[in-house]
């Protein structure tokens, strides 16, 4: 039982072992979300600028420039909540990941849903 509870709990590393290395994890997430954000703005820009001119994704426009927005709101929410705060740092990571998730859906059935 104490081996199943400490690979739910602690991946299988023992309580000190996994103190030691969290500090660690959250910059290594920290960095790669920001990273992430960096380059899903780029992508989005040029989407958007892409959508305006073409009238194939013109619908998708507003999708593409709320979910601009968002991960232009968070990035600097980022930058400056994530190293101070693990909390801060998970609430960025699923805002982005659920505005990403909510764009693939959004486009995949609501734009195209052939």
Known sequence: M???KRLLLYAGATPEEFAQV???MHLYN?????AFLA???IFL???AVYAVFSAVLAPNLP???IVLG???LLLPITLYVGRRSRAGLQICLSLFLGSLYSLSIYL??????G
């Open 2 to 4: 104490e081996k199943i």
């Open 22 to 24: 969290q500090q660690e």
């Open 30 to 34: 920290y960095n790669r979300l920001v």
């Open 39 to 41: 380059i899903s703005i």
């Open 45 to 47: 820009l040029i989407s």
């Open 63 to 65: 999708a593409y420039l």
């Open 70 to 72: 968002i991960s232009c």
């Open 108 to 113: 995949s059935t609501v734009t195209s849903p």
